[in-house]
């Protein structure tokens, strides 16, 4: 029983650490961590690594074997341990205790086929090429969703506080940082799972791990075939409901003497609380049912299920199709390029190739929103199609997409955005800017702008005299979309000139330089 204790002491160490590294990757406004850093905490993810296996392989990859090896030989631990979700549950309910809160958390009985029909429908859904299921219920990208929609603003507003404070003092060791709010659906819909969560941790303990969450279901599979189980002698169980009550995944019922292994997270409540008779403990015993049977039973819930994914299907995704086809909501027009709020097509990050791959690839764990330092990308709404909501796309409101800046590439965690040098990056053509004549204050107003050619890094926006005024005009050769001279553009409201997003990034041609005729050093007198 010591040994227990000093077990569940190491798990909740390392839960805490996971936990807080994984919320200072989210909130690092100065983006201060290395990349590399990055890539190796989100390495133990199961969802971005899952993603990996069929995409950019390495490292990430490595994270979804590791997790599946482990969790064959003491079950979920991952859950516990490693999920930053599934800990910040574990803090709600660990704070509600300290509240003195009573909380009975008792196994539920009528939803037990609900988790793999879940899990049947995203893994269809992915066979399907479509990720956006997934993308809504895993809980390593929810939690990045709340991080950046809920806290992080709180963070920088706090940053922005004793920055102003300082400087009555001269002390400029802060600097002030733009919040970079995401648009009102997606923030609704964050908020909405966030206070969900809270709800039903505080009632049902980690009901959503169990029932809901699809790495959970991954899991509760494989670790029916793990070799540690917990287990409930029944031959000196007296049923007194001691070990039902600290359960947090309600996989306990003391009146059947049994323990389902699938749903149990390892948080090793019930071991550490004393037993009057000493019937439940870690044990590599199979107990009363064998894995061999286990495994048959597995295949006949699962045949059964067949029927009601089958049925949800027909019932959920076909009409969610018939809606996107019917109102248009995933195609791309090109008609009315004029009208900004009228466009359809959207810039995805760089490193994404095309809307395919990244809309096949990217689960929205808003890592990309947070690391950017221009606050250009943000989250979408429909603009990928409404089976794509949530998925980052780039805006030039607050900023533009740096020439040489490849950190949303660097800090992907499962392949949507691929690794991009700093000298490619100077080429790839993520969109294509178009000027739009009738809203340009050189034509509305007859005065010389020029904002958007001097911003242009590539200089694709160049200025040509018409009737004694100087035109923009856009060379989409070498045009890289970076959104410079939106940004740039005085125009309020719709813009004189946007970016259009490619559907399939291209290569730019590389700008031409200009060679300056050498100077005659002994006629040149600069004053």
């Given at each position: 029983m010591k040994d227990i204790r000093l077990l569940k002491k190491l798990r909740v160490?390392?839960?805490?650490?996971?936990?807080?590294?994984?919320?200072?990757?989210?909130?690092?406004?100065?983006?201060?961590?290395?990349?590399?850093?990055?890539?190796?905490i989100l390495s133990t993810q199961l969802a971005p690594s899952f993603i990996n296996l069929f995409k950019a392989g390495g490292i990430v990859f490595t994270g979804f074997v590791v997790?599946?090896?482990i969790s064959l030989l003491v079950g979920r631990i991952y859950c516990s341990t490693l999920c930053p979700l599934g800990i910040f549950m574990d803090v709600l309910i660990a704070v509600k205790r300290k509240l003195r809160t009573k909380l009975n958390f008792k196994k539920t009985k009528s939803l037990q086929f609900l988790p793999y029909v879940i899990l049947g429908l995203v893994i269809l859904a992915l066979l399907l090429g479509n990720i956006q299921l997934i993308s809504l219920l895993d809980p390593y990208s929810n939690f990045g969703r709340i991080l950046?929609?809920?806290?992080?603003?709180?963070?920088?507003?706090?940053?922005?506080?004793?920055?102003?404070?300082?400087?009555?003092?001269e002390n400029y060791t802060l600097q002030p940082i733009d919040v970079n709010y995401a648009n009102l659906p997606v923030s609704i819909f964050v908020f909405l799972f966030f206070f969900?969560?809270?709800?039903?941790?505080?009632?049902?303990?980690?009901?959503?791990?169990?029932?809901?969450?699809?790495?959970?279901?991954?899991?509760?599979?494989?670790?029916?075939?793990?070799?540690?189980?917990?287990?409930?002698?029944?031959?000196?169980?007296?049923?007194?409901?001691?070990?039902?009550?600290?359960?947090?995944?309600?996989?306990?019922?003391?009146?059947?003497?049994k323990v389902d292994f699938s749903k149990c997270v390892m948080c090793l409540n019930c071991i550490s609380t004393k037993?009057?008779?000493?019937?439940?403990?870690?044990?590599?015993?199979?107990?009363?049912?064998?894995?061999k049977k286990q495994l048959k039973i597995g295949e006949k819930q699962d045949k059964g299920n067949l029927a009601r994914r089958t049925a949800i299907q027909t019932l959920v995704i076909s009409p969610l199709l018939l809606v996107e086809n019917a109102f248009?909501?995933?195609?791309?027009?090109?008609?009315?390029?004029?009208?900004?709020?009228?466009?359809?097509?959207?810039?995805?990050?760089?490193?994404?190739?095309n809307h395919k791959h990244f809309t096949e690839s990217c689960t929205a764990c808003f890592l990309c929103v947070n690391a950017c330092p221009s606050n250009v990308i943000k989250p979408s709404l429909t603009e990928y199609g409404l089976q794509a909501a949530m998925l980052p796309q780039l805006t030039n409101k607050k900023g533009y997409c740096n020439l040489e800046c490849t950190r949303c590439t660097d800090v992907?965690?499962?392949?949507?955005?691929?690794?991009?040098?700093?000298?490619?990056?100077?080429?790839?053509?993520?969109?294509?800017?178009?000027?739009?004549?009738?809203?340009?204050?050189?034509?509305?107003d007859g005065t010389d702008c020029g904002a958007c050619s001097e911003h242009c890094p590539t200089k694709a926006v160049n200025m040509v005299i018409e009737n004694e005024l100087f035109v923009p005009v856009v060379d989409e050769s070498i045009c890289i979309g970076c959104g410079a001279c939106e940004y740039a553009c005085p125009v309020s409201g719709e813009k004189a000139i946007f970016i259009e997003g490619n559907t399939i990034h291209k290569l730019a041609k590389k700008p031409k330089i200009e060679k300056l005729e050498p100077v005659n050093q002994e006629e040149y007198f600069p004053f």
């Open positions: 160490i390392l839960a805490m650490l996971a936990l807080s590294l994984m919320s200072v990757v989210f909130l690092d406004i100065y983006h201060l961590i290395p990349e590399k850093f990055v890539g190796i997790i599946t090896v950046t929609v809920v806290l992080k603003p709180i963070v920088i507003g706090a940053n922005n506080l004793i920055y102003d404070g300082l400087l009555h003092f969900i969560i809270i709800g039903l941790s505080s009632v049902k303990g980690r009901f959503f791990c169990t029932h809901i969450c699809p790495v959970g279901s991954y899991l509760g599979l494989t670790s029916k075939l793990s070799v540690f189980k917990i287990n409930i002698d029944s031959n000196k169980c007296i049923s007194c409901g001691k070990c039902e009550r600290v359960c947090k995944a309600g996989c306990i019922s003391a009146k059947d003497k037993c009057p008779v000493d019937s439940i403990a870690l044990t590599n015993k199979k107990g009363r049912m064998s894995v248009g909501l995933n195609s791309i027009s090109k008609t009315d390029k004029e009208e900004f709020k009228k466009r359809i097509v959207p810039i995805s990050p760089p490193g994404s190739l992907c965690p499962n392949g949507a955005l691929l690794p991009v040098s700093k000298e490619e990056k100077k080429t790839l053509q993520i969109g294509i800017a178009h000027f739009v004549r009738e809203k340009c204050v050189v034509i509305t």
